[in-house]
């Protein structure tokens, strides 16, 4: 047996051990060539009687297998071929499983790092399954749905037979992963032990098994399990799911959780209860075929395609140094935050938590220190909660966050990330204060939203070493930093920014300077168009909801609110004063700000708040604007009159070389403000929809509403000669 793919030996027991060890690669994927080594594998266990039983690992470094090969599947542009290939991989893993079954051999999946998709697919088919205690590494899950697919290898029906079909519902639909800890009390996995330890325990209680064969009520040969998460509560949700009304109760309730979610613009998710629901209802054989058929339309699916798009934009911004040269990444080894507010206070704690350097955070009183220090220690505390953190390593992370109101402590510091308040003269006075204090290789990196880093950096004495980094709030949940370059930054300064963001754990990008970036403009018309709407009389909660009905998180407006209303017209104040009436912000934006309206912040803005939580809107706030709302637009109008906006500022962000390329724009787009995945971002909204459609729908908007729906010349340009973006 000629193997490329898997190091396999037998031991003198009998008991057979095949690691997976996709050659060439730093982690296992599944795709043809490893699939035929592990059908190889499964032949020679059942020809070879003086093997007992099996056992599969991973001689890769904190890896099982992390899911087909998604390169594999885009490639995969013809439905028909797709179901020939996933035919045979569902007959494999039926044979994997029959090693037990049929044949009295039983198989111990050992787990250590990702399972997941086809690798939680190949773990189920197992007799058993046992993971390291690795709460860090160690994952299992079915993600598929979050590339626009669903678990195409039988996963749809052995998990919900393995865990019930709440759960299998939870993990399937929402792509979400489990640690060990988890997966043990839920009946994922049958044991959990150290890692060092991982192929001994999985030998032993492979041969303990295969010494010790029963008989289930069918006449399979089977092996005995303990099956420890048959809890009370758990044996009382398995005997709803028993009950066909039960059953009726529990898949409507989650379609309806289900549609709440998606909007119903995700087509994998449907498709995978569908699958999971025919299992149950009609049987095992029924739901493989569903699987199969389902699994065969979604892979052709232009969602699918964007999902997966994205899925290949974020692996090459990973690799990507944000220079064209080969300037080296100078070792950040000392970070300083100015500003203990909530973005210096998030940006403090990702450099402790996830980038785990001395940060050194400063600010005008120790009040702010200590608002600082509270955010970093409050998100230490999150990860000891969730038992992400053991409460040691915890404390000497929060020993890496100092604080001070003064400049001490700067001498030795490698980076400082400026978070102080949108405000040029003081962002000029940090850059000076700071260069004063820190030594010739010292970077300044400015946090600023709207302000050109070239304004900040205008009369430093080292100009080459300041940069741009733009972080999202929440900082530590939101996953994009943009990281902003002038023509003097040094290339050195780029390539160590960029490295540094990824340290914390963030997807990051290059732009090149200007007024907003490429974020904050690429959003201003959006959210001015909310103005626009609101002044001719569309209702707030119409805005809202076609917005996330079309694919959103948020609605606009709730996200003014959150943002801030003073601070979006401030913002907008500065694009207007760069870019003119084009980006020219409504006149009822200003009404608001005389009105003392800011929104959640003080509890006075579109919406109502009480204690915080936000309520319905704020009938008000139509008095303040002078309008009545009572214009009905169709959904779908309100839709592109918004939108088309974002899709035509970022081409003038590519046209005037802010963006580096579409793919930058695509993931920034969606890792930033929130556009669609299924989409696939702007470039590829345009790709797939036609650029002359596009320029079609905002010359009309144009004639009716000026000239701030002008399309980008570069739009035009790929609407007549038809070339693609991405």
Not at 89 to 115: D, N, Q, S, W, Y
Not at 133 to 146: A, C, I, N, R, W
Not at 655 to 670: F, P, Q, V
Not at 691 to 720: M, N, S, T
Request: a negative charge; hydrophobic letters at 40%.
């Amino acid at each position: 047996m000629k193997l490329t793919h898997i190091q396999f030996d037998v031991d003198a027991d009998g008991v057979a051990t095949a690691l997976l060890d996709k050659e060439g690669e730093s982690f296992n994927s599944l795709g043809p060539d490893l699939a035929a080594d592990v059908f190889a594998v499964i032949e020679r266990v059942e020809q070879d009687d003086d093997i007992k039983a099996l056992v599969i690992g991973s001689a890769k470094k904190d890896n099982f297998l992390s899911g087909a090969d998604i390169r594999w599947l885009q490639s995969l542009n013809d439905a028909d071929t797709a179901l020939g290939l996933l035919s045979q991989a569902h007959e494999g893993f039926m044979r994997l499983e029959k090693l037990a079954t049929e044949h009295g051999k039983p198989v111990v999946a050992a787990i250590h790092g990702a399972c997941v998709g086809g690798g939680m697919e190949l773990a189920l088919a197992c007799s058993l399954r046992i993971a390291s205690k690795d709460e860090q590494k160690t994952q299992l899950g079915q993600p598929e749905v979050q590339i626009g697919l669903i678990p195409g290898a039988g996963g749809t029906q052995r998990l919900p037979r393995l865990i019930g079909v709440a759960a299998a519902l939870d993990l399937i639909l929402t792509g979400r992963s489990v640690r060990p800890r988890r997966a043990l009390k839920m009946g994922l996995i049958d044991e959990a032990c150290p890692q060092e330890v991982l192929l001994d325990v999985a030998r032993k209680r492979a041969l303990e098994a295969a010494d010790t064969p029963t008989e289930d009520e069918e006449g399979d040969k089977t092996i005995g399990r303990i099956r420890s998460f048959l809890s009370p509560s758990h044996l009382q949700q398995l005997a709803l799911e028993e009950n066909p009304v039960g059953r009726r109760v529990l898949f409507s309730k989650a379609e309806e959780k289900m549609l709440e979610t998606t909007k119903g613009n995700y087509p994998a998710p449907p498709a995978a209860l569908r699958a999971i629901k025919a299992g149950v209802e009609q049987g095992v054989e029924v739901g493989y075929e569903v699987e199969l058929e389902e699994f065969k339309n979604l892979i052709v699916s232009p969602e699918a395609k964007a999902l997966m798009s994205i899925f290949f934009a974020t692996q090459e911004l990973k690799r990507d140094t944000g220079v064209d040269s080969d300037a080296a990444v100078v070792p950040v080894r000392k970070t300083a935050v100015l500003g203990g507010g909530l973005m210096g206070g998030g940006i403090a704690a990702v450099n402790t938590v996830k980038a785990k350097v001395p940060t050194r955070i400063k600010e005008i009183d120790e009040a702010g220190v200590g608002r600082g220090l509270a955010y970093v220690s409050k998100l230490i505390s999150k990860q000891v909660k969730r038992r992400r953190l053991k409460p040691s390593p915890a404390a000497q992370l929060m020993h890496l966050a100092t604080g001070t109101t003064d400049w001490s402590g700067f001498g030795n510091v490698d980076l400082v990330i400026e978070a102080v308040f949108e405000d040029l003269d003081l962002k000029r006075s940090m850059v000076e204060q700071v260069e004063a204090v820190t030594g010739d290789k010292t970077i300044f990196a400015s946090n600023a939203s709207s302000i050109p880093i070239t304004a900040i950096a205008e009369g430093a004495g080292r100009p080459q070493n300041i940069i741009g980094m733009h972080y999202f709030s929440p900082v530590e949940k939101m996953p994009l930093l943009e990281v902003i370059v002038t023509e003097q930054t040094d290339d050195w300064v780029t390539a160590t920014a960029v490295a540094f963001g990824k340290r914390q754990g963030k997807t990051v990008i290059v732009v090149n300077d200007g007024t907003g970036f490429y974020m904050n403009r690429s959003i201003a018309p959006y959210m001015n168009e909310v103005g626009w709407l609101l002044e001719d009389g569309v209702p707030v909660e119409d805005i809202d909801r076609a917005m996330v009905d079309w694919g959103f998180p948020v609605g606009p407006i709730q996200l003014t609110d959150e943002v801030g209303i003073d601070v979006s017209a401030k913002v907008g104040r500065v694009m207007t004063d760069a870019f003119g009436d084009r980006l020219a912000t409504p006149p009822g934006f200003e009404k608001l700000i005389a009105d003392g309206r800011k929104g959640r912040k003080n509890e006075s803005g579109f919406y109502l708040y009480e204690g915080g939580e936000r309520k319905g809107v704020d009938p008000t706030v139509y008095e303040v604007l002078g309008v009545t709302p009572e214009t009905k637009l169709e959904r779908a109008e309100i839709q592109d009159r918004l939108a088309l906006h974002i899709v035509n500022e970022a081409a003038r962000c590519l046209e005037d070389g802010i963006l580096r390329s579409a793919r930058d724009g695509d993931i920034g787009a969606i890792f930033g403000i929130g556009f669609p995945p299924f989409l696939g971002g702007p470039f590829s909204y345009v790709d797939r929809v036609g650029a002359g459609a596009v320029v079609e729908k905002l010359d009309r908007f144009a004639e009716v509403h000026g000239d701030r729906y002008a399309p980008a010349e570069i739009l035009r340009q790929h609407a007549v000669d038809g070339r693609s973006f991405r």
